[in-house]
C-alpha cells in the first residue's frame, strides 16, 4: 500500500501562493488515480482537484483557474499548485490515491482509499 506524505502548507495572505506537495512511498504513483482534497474547520472534507491515470485533470468550480493539479511521476511526487489565495480556500489540505486506470468520480471523497496525514493553509484578509 501506498503512504502519503504532504507538505508545503502555511500562511498566506488575500492573493497569495502556495505549491503542495505530496511524495509517495512504497508504490509508483503513475499507477494510481490522485487528488487533493481540503476540509475547512467545522464542515465536510470535499474535492478540490484530481489528476487521472492517463494524465487528464479535475478541478473544483471554486479553484478552477486559481488552482492546478500535476503530478511527476519519475519523483513520485504530486502537486497542487495554488494561485490567488483567498480565505475561504483556509483548510487542511490532504493527498489521496486509489490504484485504479480510472474512476468514475474523481473528486469524490468515496472514490479514495490511502490518505495522507493532511498540511494546513491558512489565508488571511
Known amino acids: 500500500q501506498v503512504q502519503l506524505v504532504e507538505s508545503g502548507g502555511g500562511s498566506v495572505h488575500d492573493g497569495g501562493s502556495l505549491r503542495l506537495s505530496c511524495v509517495a512511498s512504497?508504490?509508483?504513483?503513475?499507477?494510481?488515480?490522485l487528488a487533493w482534497f481540503r476540509q475547512a474547520h467545522g464542515k465536510e472534507r470535499e474535492g478540490v482537484a484530481a489528476?487521472?491515470?492517463?494524465?487528464?485533470?479535475y478541478a473544483a468550480d471554486s479553484v478552477k483557474g486559481r488552482f492546478r493539479i500535476s503530478k511527476d511521476n519519475a519523483n513520485n511526487t504530486l502537486y497542487l499548485q495554488m494561485n490567488n489565495l483567498k480565505p475561504e480556500d483556509t483548510a487542511i489540505y490532504y493527498c489521496?490515491?486509489?490504484?485504479?486506470?480510472?474512476?468514475?468520480?474523481?473528486?469524490?471523497?468515496?472514490?479514495?482509499?490511502?490518505w495522507g496525514q493532511g498540511t494546513q493553509v491558512t489565508v488571511s484578509s
Open positions: 512504497g508504490y509508483s504513483l503513475g499507477d494510481y488515480c
Open positions: 489528476i487521472g491515470y492517463y494524465g487528464s485533470t
Open positions: 489521496a490515491a486509489v490504484r485504479m486506470t480510472w474512476v468514475p468520480r474523481p473528486l469524490s471523497i468515496d472514490t479514495y482509499n490511502t
